[in-house]
């Protein structure tokens, strides 16, 4: 019931929020770059508490007796996650197809030489892989952060600054110093997408880790953190 309720508010949201951007051709990258920060934060938020419940009703060390294993448990987890994420996707989705099909023909202005020329389709067009790569990557490093002693705010912020403020802004660095001119945008999508996928593959094996090895039930942890 919990997780239908999730997925019909950010859907109800995606709707109105992509109604509000398509409104303004113009600025319409722009604004779905806003929008897509404001749903990455659910999509840490949601994994960050994911584990909770079960953690602080004791019913996580029931399911960890079970014949499944660890990566069996946090991909089944993770794939939960995922799921109350999809129907905004495919919100995003079509209305990024009306957009693209009739894009701004005008260029982007940078002040920074190495965007300059950017085209606005081109500019949705990352936005679109970055948000995919946030709502398929993001809840690895939600997910192994719930076990932690932190709160799931604390668990979801940062989660949150590394994937979004860190990894692009370090993406962002790197593009100005290593691009050509013009050609900004793709080194730094390829650099965000890099620095991020380093970030799942050590979020999902440390997640595994903790659960094989029961980190979470040594003495002197407590439940409600």
């Not at 920060?37 to 960050?48: D, F, K, R």
Request: glycine fraction near 8%.
């Amino acid at each position: 019931m919990h997780q239908m309720l999730l997925l019909v508010t950010w859907t109800l949201f995606l709707v109105f929020a992509q109604l509000w951007a398509i409104l303004d051709c113009e600025g319409f990258a722009e604004r779905e770059a806003q929008i897509f920060a404001i749903l990455l934060a659910g999509v840490a938020y949601s994994s960050a508490n994911s584990f909770r419940e079960e953690k602080d009703s004791g019913a996580f060390e029931l399911l960890l007796v079970t014949p499944l294993r660890e990566r069996q448990i946090s991909w089944g987890r993770y794939w939960g996650v995922v799921g109350q994420f999809i129907p905004a996707l495919l919100v995003v989705m079509l209305t990024g197809a009306i957009y693209i099909a009739r894009p701004p023909l005008r260029t982007m202005y940078f002040d920074d030489p190495v965007f300059r020329g950017t085209r606005y389709v081109a500019n949705f067009w990352t936005d679109l892989a970055l948000l995919w790569a946030g709502v398929l990557g993001l809840p690895w490093l939600g997910l192994r952060l719930s076990l932690t002693r932190m709160s799931a705010v604390l668990s979801a912020v940062v989660s949150w600054v590394l994937w979004v403020p860190i990894a692009m802004g370090t993406g962002l660095m790197l593009a100005h110093y290593f691009a050509d001119y013009g050609r900004g945008l793709g080194v730094m999508t390829g650099a965000i997408l890099t620095i991020q996928l380093f970030i799942v593959l050590f979020a999902e094996r440390g997640l595994t880790t903790i659960l094989r090895e029961r980190r979470f039930l040594r003495k002197g942890e407590t439940r409600n953190f």
